[in-house]
């Protein structure tokens, strides 16, 4: 059974834009405090896990540079969805009109839902790992190669980009990745934090809502080009 569709005006999306705008009018210091609480945190978890590169003696090498960036940004993947949960937490209450400070931005964690919400995390690395071995495959195996070659060069000013053997297939990978990985995540968040539910209820529910839009986008197009 299909959804029925809204009509709204064109004009609504002007609306929208009105209403992101006046975002935080209620309470703007504990919205836009909160926002830059999120920058905060996440600059300290990349300044923590960066360390190692800093207390070094010796120059460190691309591929230590390399291997401890990595970790420091799949340290930021766990915890964005925790501020992100918290940070929806904030406008909700602020727009709400019920009283609210930045410092709420840490709700997941008194309300216990910050595991759950750092699961997100995790879904959108195995994600980029199994995109990854796709990418390996499409690529050809010297692919990465080249580009450390490439970003070494990058940083000399010479810049030669690596030529992959199925440019396509990397393209619609990536799409597919972005997509649904970004539109689970951001779904699943207020799900949890809101609705009460679980992470598979929330991940269930919010891959069946974007793969039935991306099924009815695409059903679209392929009727309108066919008549």
């Not at 071995?133 to 990058?154: I, K, S």
């Amino acid at each position: 059974m299909t959804q029925p569709i809204r009509k709204v005006p064109l004009t609504h999306g002007a609306q929208w834009l009105i209403r992101a705008f006046n975002l935080g009018t209620r309470n703007p210091r504990a919205i836009f405090g909160a926002g830059l609480l999120v920058m905060a945190v996440l600059y300290l978890v990349m300044y923590l896990f960066t360390m190692p590169l800093r207390i070094g003696e010796s120059e460190p090498d691309m591929e230590r540079i390399v291997s401890v960036i990595g970790i420091a940004a799949l340290a930021a993947v766990l915890v964005l969805p925790v501020l992100l949960g918290g940070l929806m937490h904030v406008i909700r209450e602020a727009e709400s009109g019920r009283p609210v400070r930045a410092r709420d931005l840490f709700a997941p964690l008194r309300q216990h839902k910050a595991v759950q919400l750092a699961l997100l995390g995790v879904i959108q690395i195995a994600l980029a790992l199994i995109c990854g071995t796709l990418l390996l495959w499409a690529t050809g195996p010297d692919f990465w190669a080249h580009y450390q070659d490439m970003a070494r060069g990058a940083i000399g000013g010479q810049v030669n980009v690596p030529a992959a053997h199925s440019p396509t297939l990397v393209i619609v990978v990536q799409l597919v990745y972005y997509y649904f990985s970004t539109a689970v995540v951001l779904v699943s968040i207020p799900l949890i934090m809101f609705s009460g539910l679980d992470i598979s209820a929330a991940v269930r529910r919010s891959s069946a809502r974007r793969y039935g839009t991306w099924a009815r986008t695409c059903s679209r197009r392929c009727c309108s080009c066919s008549g």
